[in-house]
């Protein structure tokens, strides 16, 4: 057999997943020994990085989330560059008025004459930027913490774990509160805030996940090969832990949208010039009566966003739990 | 003939799965007179478990059911919910393979036996009672009085499924079906689960249907066997027939599955090649923030040695120590104690001190499905051990050594980009051996590596072993709870129970004249008796 | 039991202990002081005011000061409300928070238990998804949305019930904000419960119930649901600390007189002790809930035992 080396030249297996369901699910026969056919080149296997993703593509609620989505960030990125108005430009025709063609207000103005479209953007931004990084703060400390709590183990684990417990025992929003008062509203101050409220789950479940992995057989057969600690973590450890924590995170980032706006909604979070989706309903809210859509329009971006991420995440579990496989 | 009590007749059930139908179970048919024992044998995915549901019409919505199940004489597919649910528990009960999880976790056991009795006999109050604790004590739980009121974890699983089984026999039904009941088990126990149900036959007058992968278990147990493949009935008849002469390929196949042969022994001056003194493995249960933690002795003082080329057997039920020792013997698990392989103290070695050793101590374990790295492909996890043992290899000579290495375990090499979970269980084992074999090792830690293989399947992957011992001249330490499969392999043997040696020998003496009660007691429920006579 | 219970409740001291450190210090490094008023105070009234109030101290002494102050039930006197102490505000302000609070997640297990239980009984089916894609919308909105909107609706637009005030705890007041409070929560343990439930009805003691003979009522009613409470027990604590803060914006908008309000106004008007005092209370209020919770959890569940 001439064995020309080429590791990826098919795609494509026909690795359809076994069917779930009953009591006792029937399955295929097993082949035992796979009689060699004559390809001596190696079809690519599919992995379950991409066969989550084919399971993914099939669930439409998550597909047209993940496009909606996709959708409201590159409008709040991009649409402030196409919008003649600026973010605190003042339309001194226009107090408080309804959606309309005319000065190119599309969504209205706020009582001050300011375009809504575009404070609705620019407040995306703040508040996709700030679920992204402190989502992404919440991930580092999480992973970090959770992967030496469970690996190291033992007593050290017993402590660091203690020490969650207490945490998790904290009126946390209310500290977070106090840290606005006390540091003034800084964007950065609310990154590292809400990122140090958020990691708890994750540092809980990535522990859960390596303990859980430790006992896996094929970690102990790489013990068993030589493999040093560092290439453990690496190679084996955190690409299976890899799965919930995806999940984790679309979950979390709904959860620091939600905070994000909840403090500038009491009037603790972003400072003018800025604005964010919680600042635009907080104003809103005083001026519901005269001027719906100023509390509608923020509002169903805040809520089409949480709505998305929700639906994404409940996809993503769908695709990437082991046990729907 | 009399009108037989349970009539299956051209049985067809398919499953309606989002990926298209799927056909379980093909035009079965078969019958079970009245107080007969039928035993339904097949493999994992031979559709034995969907037919006796479908007997109980508890298969999941999406299962369509054709043909006829009549129950003396009334077709069970065709009565009404209410009806059927009168047959169920009373007529026909049913008793499952997973006795730690088949009762509910939050009822005590004497509310969830009586509410049988309260729902089709209309017994309540004391005479409820009453009637709870005599078949407690049937089915042979010790004090009854107290395990009426505790709970299914107070119980160990030989004795949760007696529960099951005395509410099974709660309304006296004249068909019980046994789906695997004591696969679970350890093998004594099994045993005496075994022994029970053939007693309350006898006294309740009872037939049942048992369903079973264990060839052993149905010629001591059932009249008649009907033998499943594929969804099919390929052979059925009196057992004594069938296992006789048996007509069908496949049938002969199962019959033959079991592992025959001794194993040619290693000369007697072969050099030792791992030895032990006194090897003990304590793990921590329970740790305390301040003050001693509490500790289990796992392993509590273990001799042995190997010679080159020999297998040591090391048997035991669960909880007895055998994987640990294992374990420890390769130095994944702390230890104290003497370790000697070849010519090295293995005991003040570090990791980086045993890591030049890794490649010729090498292990295959018992799980396939969790000993494979999922998100790695077949040929990267071949080539690991290259790269930490073998640094100077580049990547053409490892794919090549993986190819070979595939070839060895009659694997196709062309299958090496694909991922573990593309294969089945008795693949993926191959996958572990030659993970193993790629560096060449001297020594192979076997820990059950094919218990969680079918029969026929496992026959293969153990001459598989065979052959790569003889072909090599490798040294196995072979952990199993299977006495078959340890008889055949084996050189020598270790009895093990609670972390201690019972009775250590050659494997002829340990299986025909065992000193211990316990080896005795451990071979008697093996069924190895005929193959002892023969 | 008792000794469990003695033992969390020791447990919780150093909880609370990390709580007043941290608000305490928190506070005093805050730039800006309570006496920052529109008018500029002359020097000798600050100085006088500040030894009223022990600010001329050393730090570590208003600390343990106000650590033996806290031991005798003693918040210290509030900034901004010049007239009361901290103690008296929050214990106004208390029975009101607590009645909201409580009927909101009493509305919240009532509506959502039976929710999630129909939709795991129906999955799949129409109801399922209504009940889910209504749970989703609950999650997706949050409260301070809902409860403008509700106001807006039915208080003004519609006028069906008042659109805020408390009016000594009238019912028609009670109803917006205690709904307002409880549809996340709803949607929460909606969701949970069906999940739950759903994981529960393919286990195997459900298949064994059945093969008795029993009916999917009986099999439901006395096997699956008190099986399937055990993961949402476990998150009311986590549904109790969700309440208390919603509560906080609902108090906002609405114009209830609860702690809540105490708290944002005092956040805003940097009163000190009327902050601090409000966060200790509410640490000890979610700690004692979390005990709670985990004593009920342990009503249900027969395998969890107290001794360690």
């Known amino acids: ?325 | 003939m009399t009108q037989p009590l349970l009539d299956v007749d051209k049985l067809s059930v398919t499953f309606q799965l989002p990926t298209g139908p799927v056909t379980a179970v093909k035009d079965v048919s078969f019958s079970i007179a009245e107080g007969e024992t039928l035993a339904l044998v097949g493999e994992s995915g031979s559709g034995k478990s969907v037919t006796s549901t479908a007997a109980m019409r508890l298969l999941p919505e999406l299962a369509k059911t054709t043909g006829a199940i009549r129950f003396n004489g009334e077709n069970l597919l065709e009565v009404s919910a209410k009806r059927m649910r009168r047959v169920r528990g009373n007529d026909i009960s049913m008793i499952f393979q997973e006795p730690m999880t088949s009762l509910n976790p939050l009822h005590r056991i004497g509310r969830q036996i009586g509410e049988v009795l309260v729902k089709h006999k209309g017994l309540k109050g004391d005479a409820n009672r009453r009637r709870v604790l005599e078949l407690l004590n049937q089915v042979g739980i010790p004090e009854p009085e107290r395990r009426f009121s505790s709970y299914p974890y107070e119980l160990s699983g030989g004795q949760r499924q007696r529960v099951m089984i005395a509410m099974a026999l709660a309304c006296e039904p004249k068909l019980l079906i046994a789906d695997e009941p004591t696969t679970a088990l350890d093998v004594t126990v099994q045993a005496q689960i075994l022994d029970l149900l053939k007693s309350l036959q006898t006294q309740y007058g009872m037939a049942i249907l048992f369903i079973t992968h264990d060839l052993s278990i149905v010629r001591h147990f059932a009249d008649h066997v009907a033998v499943m493949r594929q969804g099919e009935v390929v052979e059925s008849g009196r057992t004594v027939e069938v296992f006789d002469a048996p007509q069908h390929d496949y049938t002969r196949m199962l019959l033959d599955a079991i592992p025959r042969g001794r194993k040619v022994p290693a000369p007697a001056d072969a050099p030792v090649m791992l030895s032990a003194r006194d090897v003990k493995v304590r793990f921590t249960t329970k740790r305390r923030l301040f003050g001693g933690n509490d500790h289990f002795e796992a392993v509590r003082g273990i001799d042995l040695t190997v010679r080159r080329g020999e297998t040591l057997g090391i048997v035991g039920e669960s909880g007895s120590g055998k994987s640990t020792l294992g374990r420890a013997l390769l130095r994944l698990l702390k230890s104290e104690g003497d370790i000697r392989f070849e010519e090295t103290d293995l005991a003040p070695l570090d990791k980086s001190g045993m890591r030049p050793l890794r490649s010729k101590l090498q292990v295959v374990f018992q799980d396939p499905f969790g000993s494979l790295s999922p998100r790695m492909t077949v040929g990267d996890i071949i080539s690991e051990g290259l790269k930490v043992h073998r640094p100077e290899m580049n990547r053409r000579q490892r794919e090549a050594e993986v190819i070979a290495a595939l070839e060895e375990v009659a694997l196709d090499p062309g299958m090496r980009n694909r991922y573990p979970h593309e294969f089945s269980g008795g693949q993926r084992q191959r996958i572990a051996i030659a993970r193993a074999l790629i560096l060449k090792p001297e020594l192979l830690l076997l820990d059950e590596p094919t218990s969680a293989l079918d029969r026929s399947v496992q026959v293969r992957v153990i001459d598989l072993l065979r052959d790569l011992q003889a072909k090599y001249g490798l040294t196995y330490l072979f952990i199993s709870h299977d006495l078959s499969v340890v008889r055949a392999l084996s050189d020598d043997v270790l009895v093990m129970k609670e972390g201690r040696v019972i009775e250590q020998g050659p494997v002829e003496t340990i299986f025909t004249s065992p000193k211990e009660p316990y080896t005795q007691a451990l071979l008697k429920a093996a069924f190895l008796e005929e193959e002892v006579a023969a | ?308």
């Open chain 3, 1 to 308: 039991m008792l000794i469990y219970t003695l033992k969390r409740l020791l447990q919780a001291i150093p909880t609370l202990l990390i709580v007043i450190t941290i608000s305490f210090f928190l506070m005093r490094v805050a730039p800006g002081g309570p006496f920052d008023g529109e008018r500029q105070l002359p020097p000798e009234i600050e100085a006088n005011l500040e030894a009223a109030y022990h600010l001329d101290e050393p730090l570590p002494m208003q600390y343990l000061r106000y650590m033996g102050n806290l031991l005798h039930g003693d918040f210290g006197p509030s900034f901004k409300y010049k007239d009361f102490s901290v103690t008296e505000l929050i214990m106004q302000g208390f029975p009101v928070s607590l009645e909201i609070g409580g009927l909101a997640i009493l509305l919240a297990l009532i509506i959502g238990l039976p929710l999630g239980i129909a939709a795991a009984i129906k999955r799949n089916s129409t109801v399922d998804y209504l009940v889910m894609g209504t749970a989703l919308t609950g999650i997706a909105v949050p409260n301070f949305v809902l409860a403008p909107i509700f106001a807006l609706v039915f208080g003004v637009l519609l006028a069906w019930l008042p659109a805020g005030g408390w009016n000594g705890g009238a019912l028609p007041n009670l109803v917006l904000p205690v709904v307002a409070l409880s549809i996340q929560q709803i949607a929460y343990i909606a969701r949970m419960m069906r999940a739950s439930m759903i994981e529960v009805l393919g286990s195997h003691f459900i298949r064994t119930a059945r093969a008795k003979g029993l009916n999917e009522g009986e099999v439901i009613f006395r096997h699956a649901i008190r099986t399937a409470l055990l993961p949402v027990m476990s998150y009311l604590g986590p549904a109790i600390a969700g309440i208390i803060t919603g509560s906080v914006v609902i108090e906002q908008i609405f114009g209830i007189p609860g702690i809540g309000r105490y708290f944002v106004q005092g956040a805003l008007n940097r009163d000190y002790t009327l902050v601090m005092g409000t966060v200790v209370f509410y640490g000890v209020l979610i700690v004692l809930m979390n005990l709670i919770v985990d004593l009920l959890y342990s009503a249900l569940d027969p395998q969890i035992r107290y001794d360690d």
């Open chain 1, 1 to 325: 057999m001439t064995s020309e080396s080429k590791p990826y030249s098919g795609d494509n297996a026909d690795g359809a997943p076994l069917p779930a369901g009953g009591p006792n699910p029937p399955r295929a026969p097993e082949p035992e020994t796979t009689a060699a056919p004559a390809a001596s080149a190696a079809p690519a296997g599919e992995s379950l990085a991409r066969d989550a993703w084919r399971r993914l593509s099939q669930n439409r609620a998550a597909m047209a989330s993940l496009a909606l989505l996709i959708a409201i960030i590159l409008v709040c990125i991009a649409g402030p560059w196409f919008l003649p108005w600026g973010l605190a430009e003042v339309d001194w025709n226009a107090f408080g008025t309804g959606p309309t063609l005319e000065n190119a207000h599309f969504l209205g103005t706020d009582a001050n004459g300011r375009d809504l479209l575009t404070r609705v953007l620019y407040g995306g931004r703040v508040s996709l930027s700030v679920a992204l990084v402190a989502s992404f703060v919440s991930l580092v400390i999480g992973v970090l913490y959770g992967a030496i709590s469970g690996y190291l183990g033992g007593r050290v684990d017993n402590l660091m774990m203690r020490f969650v417990d207490i945490m998790y025992s904290l009126p946390f929003m209310f500290l977070v509160i106090l840290l606005m008062v006390v540091f003034g509203r800084n964007i950065f101050l609310i990154y590292a805030a809400i990122g140090a409220v958020e990691w708890l789950d994750m540092a809980r479940i990535v522990r859960g996940q390596t303990l859980a992995l430790k006992r896996r057989e094929f970690i102990e057969a790489a013990h068993a090969l030589g493999v040093r600690d560092t290439k453990i973590v690496t190679r084996h450890l955190i690409p299976n832990a890899i799965g919930p924590v995806i999940i984790y995170v679309t979950l979390t980032v709904p959860k620091v949208i939600l905070l994000e706006s909840f403090l500038s909604f009491l009037g603790l979070g972003v400072q003018e010039p800025l604005t964010s989706w919680g600042v635009l309903i907080s104003e809103g809210v005083d001026m519901m009566e005269s001027a719906p859509w100023m509390l509608l329009v923020p509002s169903f971006f805040l809520a089409a966003t949480l709505f998305c991420l929700n639906f994404l995440g409940d996809g993503l579990r769908d695709a990437l739990d082991p046990r729907t496989r």
